[in-house]
């Protein structure tokens, strides 16, 4: 073993046995870096997200660095494993990839990169996923669409672009036997003005997933709504300001996304947030409506009729009690929600160090 990787593997110790781990550089220079990179999160709850503990956790652990190759090109890498903090029932949920990837960044060119994580169309809606654990995190991924087609997928290669205002990006999906997913691919496309002070984006997208079939054309699980069908989607949003920084942050969502030929849905939502001068106190609003277009089918799953699939309203107030130790309280108040009882709402209170 060589001095320099001994020497890179103390200095990882050090970061995570110093009481003030603010910053985890590894190793640094004028061509590479490397840091150790992580959050563990607490948080008592009301709801039913683990309703085996009221107290619960997770701790994240990776690395992540990059190696400049010439002038115009530098390689990177990211992996980050999310740790269950209790016991539970299903070992693969208590260790598991968070994310992961290697890419190639081209500077103002974009950049390219493979791996574990959320393909092109997420960033529509992106903009308005902004709440830690409860809240809208895309209209089009909750209620019945809320599915493995959606959030990080494996088996990704996207090429991004964010450059004077434009923003584009472009993945592929690869086959995935586990998700019954044949391929998908994924598109966004859009443009970032500056207005005085704060950026004024608007993005737009499109999604598809096209699932594994039996020799007969049917879906290989068709007990399962989600797997082995064809999935489009669509999705256009507006945002105003930088979340987290002093001032006004606003976004906006529309979507429509189709399961096989039979179940249609559209949804929209909007997201307000200010953060106080110095960043101490965030405080966060947010409203999502699904819409089932496809009533007949709504019947024959639901015996009843389901066109509102859910309406909900999330708050959050975070405390930044350093820049990388922050106190929160979110809620979730349901209108409706066809998966939950209409009476019962969502409220939780943590603590979370990031490193």
Request: aromatic share 14%; hydrophobic share 35%.
């Given at each position: 073993?060589?001095?320099?990787?001994?020497?890179?593997?103390?200095?990882?110790?050090?970061?995570?046995?110093?009481?003030?781990?603010?910053?985890?550089?590894?190793?640094?220079?004028?061509?590479?870096?490397?840091?150790?990179?992580?959050?563990?999160?607490?948080?008592?709850?009301?709801?039913?997200?683990?309703?085996?503990?009221?107290?619960?956790?997770?701790?994240?652990?990776?690395?992540?660095?990059?190696?400049?190759?010439?002038?115009?090109?530098?390689?990177?890498?990211?992996?980050?494993?999310?740790?269950?903090?209790?016991?539970?029932?299903?070992?693969?949920?208590?260790?598991?990839?968070?994310?992961?990837?290697?890419?190639?960044?081209?500077?103002?060119?974009?950049?390219l990169q493979f791996g574990?994580?959320?393909?092109?169309?997420?960033?529509?809606?992106?903009?308005?996923?902004?709440?830690?654990?409860?809240?809208?995190?895309?209209?089009?991924?909750?209620?019945?669409?809320?599915?493995?087609?959606?959030?990080?997928?494996?088996?990704?290669?996207?090429?991004?672009?964010?450059?004077?205002?434009?923003?584009?990006?472009?993945?592929?999906?690869?086959?995935?036997?586990?998700?019954?997913?044949?391929?998908?691919?994924?598109?966004?496309?859009?443009?970032?003005?500056?207005?005085?002070?704060?950026?004024?984006?608007?993005?737009?997208?499109?999604?598809?997933?096209?699932?594994?079939?039996?020799?007969?054309?049917?879906?290989?699980?068709?007990?399962?709504?989600?797997?082995?069908?064809?999935?489009?989607?669509?999705?256009?949003?507006?945002?105003?300001?930088?979340?987290?920084?002093?001032?006004?942050?606003?976004?906006?969502?529309?979507?429509?996304?189709?399961?096989?030929?039979?179940?249609?849905?559209?949804?929209?939502?909007?997201?307000?947030?200010?953060?106080?001068?110095?960043?101490?106190?965030?405080?966060?609003?947010?409203?999502?409506?699904?819409?089932?277009?496809?009533?007949?089918?709504?019947?024959?799953?639901?015996?009843?009729d389901r066109s509102t699939?859910?309406?909900?309203?999330t708050g959050n107030i975070?405390?930044?009690?350093?820049?990388?130790?922050?106190?929160?309280?979110?809620?979730?108040?349901?209108?409706?929600?066809?998966?939950?009882?209409?009476?019962?709402?969502?409220?939780?209170?943590?603590?979370?160090?990031?490193?």
């Amino acid at each position: 073993m060589s001095k320099k990787l001994v020497s890179a593997i103390a200095g990882a110790v050090a970061v995570l046995s110093s009481a003030n781990a603010g910053a985890a550089t590894v190793f640094e220079n004028d061509t590479a870096n490397l840091s150790v990179i992580g959050r563990v999160k607490v948080q008592i709850n009301n709801n039913d997200m683990d309703p085996d503990h009221r107290m619960s956790g997770i701790a994240r652990l990776g690395v992540e660095g990059s190696t400049k190759v010439n002038d115009y090109i530098s390689v990177y890498g990211h992996i980050l494993y999310e740790m269950a903090a209790q016991d539970v029932v299903d070992n693969d949920e208590r260790f598991k990839i968070y994310n992961g990837w290697v890419g190639f960044d081209f500077n103002d060119f974009g950049k390219l990169q493979f791996g574990h994580f959320e393909d092109a169309f997420y960033k529509v809606s992106e903009v308005t996923d902004i709440f830690i654990d409860l809240g809208t995190a895309g209209a089009t991924y909750q209620g019945l669409t809320d599915n493995d087609y959606g959030g990080r997928k494996d088996g990704v290669a996207m090429y991004e672009l964010d450059y004077s205002g434009i923003k584009f990006a472009a993945s592929y999906q690869f086959r995935d036997s586990s998700k019954y997913v044949n391929y998908g691919v994924g598109v966004t496309a859009g443009y970032e003005f500056q207005i005085g002070d704060n950026p004024l984006g608007i993005l737009a997208g499109y999604g598809h997933t096209e699932g594994l079939r039996s020799a007969n054309g049917a879906g290989l699980n068709p007990d399962n709504l989600y797997y082995g069908v064809d999935k489009n989607e669509w999705g256009i949003s507006l945002y105003y300001g930088e979340m987290g920084a002093p001032g006004i942050y606003a976004a906006a969502m529309y979507n429509w996304g189709k399961l096989d030929k039979t179940y249609k849905t559209n949804g929209v939502e909007a997201v307000l947030s200010y953060t106080t001068p110095g960043t101490a106190w965030n405080f966060s609003l947010g409203y999502a409506y699904l819409h089932n277009s496809n009533k007949d089918y709504s019947r024959i799953r639901f015996d009843s009729d389901r066109s509102t699939v859910s309406n909900t309203w999330t708050g959050n107030i975070t405390y930044n009690l350093t820049s990388n130790f922050q106190i929160f309280t979110e809620a979730e108040f349901h209108a409706k929600n066809v998966f939950l009882n209409e009476t019962e709402n969502l409220f939780e209170v943590g603590l979370i160090y990031n490193f």
